[in-house]
């Protein structure tokens, strides 16, 4: 089951479970969509892999699944990031 984290990665923006703003890779690392596209370019900076909108869990299912409580807040260090991200930007994910 997905975590639902509450926030951005990388910014600390809110990303409720409602959210159509949160994305995620496939370890559910997760950003904004600004963060995504602006300054990642949709390259995860702890594994590489690309992302895809995170789905919102109904409403009804809130209770029964609540969303992860614990934040994740580890800016991304852009330094170090560089040839991860220069390796992966023109890949297509599924190629990665």
Do not use: H, W
Not at 1 to 7: C, G, I, K, Q, Y
Not at 64 to 88: C, E, H, I, Q, W
């Amino acid at each position: 089951m997905l975590e639902l984290r509450p926030t951005c990665e990388n910014c600390d923006k809110p990303l409720p479970p409602d959210s159509q703003e949160a994305m995620i890779c496939t370890y559910e690392c997760t950003f904004c969509v600004e963060c995504v596209t602006e300054l990642l370019e949709n390259v995860c900076p702890n594994c590489g892999g690309g992302f895809e909108k995170r789905p919102v869990r109904p409403q009804n299912q809130l209770v029964k699944n609540p969303p992860k409580g614990n934040r994740v807040y580890k800016p991304v260090d852009m330094t170090s990031f560089k040839a991860l991200k220069k390796k992966n930007v023109n890949v297509d994910p599924k190629d990665r």
